[in-house]
């Protein structure tokens, strides 16, 4: 079912490996389906796993311990990014489809995957992915995705959450997605994507070359054009980012400065 491989483990400036039993297809929705019933072997902590092959990046990981089973804990209602019982709680998904003679339906209804990233409330939701353009009508089946950004005319949707305290988001770039990223200057990266952010709560700097940054707030949207960036937040709340992204051509590799 799976072969024996490094992962990486994020508990707050922790960064250590362990050898770890990870899903052959732990990329693609079926993978995560397996996943999220992962628990890390000889561990038994509780905390989220990300495979350390940065050509996968954070798509492919071991969600240990995450329950699936409810959006309510003793009659309180959790929104994303809230922790229960030690456990990073995920974003309800709504789905819809084509029935077989074209009926609009709704396919599915359910926690989308999210990944805790250490321990002071960063995360990351996978909301929706494909690596190619989709055709209509279709089933609403979730698409299989080979990576953690798309390939051109592919798609990637998720939920950036940043804690407003240390650098977990930041190392987590650094170490977990390294193809991308700058290793000397923790948090920069640079993706072949066109992306469209909207910042959903909190304050959040975004940061380009030379130490260029804008502050912004709910509502703020930023369209970035292939740009090495790194975020921050810049408030004292977790901070958070819906991050659509649309894959492209890009003549600079990796995440280093020009």
């Known amino acids: 079912m799976g072969a024996w491989t490094p992962v990486a483990y994020y508990s707050g400036r922790e960064f250590r490996r362990k050898q770890t039993r990870s899903l052959l297809h732990a990329t693609t929705s079926l993978g995560w389906r397996r996943a999220s019933k992962a628990r890390a072997e000889d561990d038994g902590s509780g905390r989220y796993g990300v495979a350390s092959d940065a050509t996968l990046g954070m798509w492919q990981m071991e969600v240990a311990a995450m329950s699936r089973s ?12 809230e922790i229960a019982e030690g456990v990073q709680v995920a974003v309800r998904r709504v789905v819809t489809g084509h029935s077989s003679d074209g009926k609009a339906v709704f396919v599915s209804d359910g926690d989308a995957p999210s990944m805790q990233i250490g321990e002071r409330g960063s995360a990351v939701t996978v909301l929706w992915g494909r690596d190619e353009p989709a055709h209509f009508p279709d089933d609403g089946t979730e698409p299989e995705f080979s990576a953690a950004f798309a390939p051109p005319s592919g798609s990637r ?93 890009h003549e600079i590799e990796g995440g280093r400065p020009v």
């Not at 407003?164 to 650094?174: I, K, L, N, T």
């Not at 070359?209 to 292939?226: H, I, K, M, Q, Y």
Request: aromatic share 4%; proline share 2%; hydrophobic share 40%.
């Open 157 to 249: 949707a998720a939920l950036m959450e940043l804690a407003s305290q240390g650098d977990d988001f930041h190392e987590f770039v650094r170490d977990g997605l390294a193809q991308w990223a700058d290793p000397d200057d923790v948090g920069m990266h640079r993706t072949a994507t066109h992306d469209y952010d909207v910042v959903l709560e909190g304050v959040v700097g975004l940061e380009l070359d030379d130490g260029a940054e804008v502050t912004l707030r709910p509502g703020d949207v930023v369209v970035l054009n292939g740009t090495r960036h790194r975020w921050h937040n810049r408030g004292d709340s977790i901070a958070r980012v819906l991050a659509v992204s649309v894959g492209a051509h």
């Open 70 to 81: 409810a959006h309510r804990v003793s009659g309180s209602a959790i929104r994303c990014g």
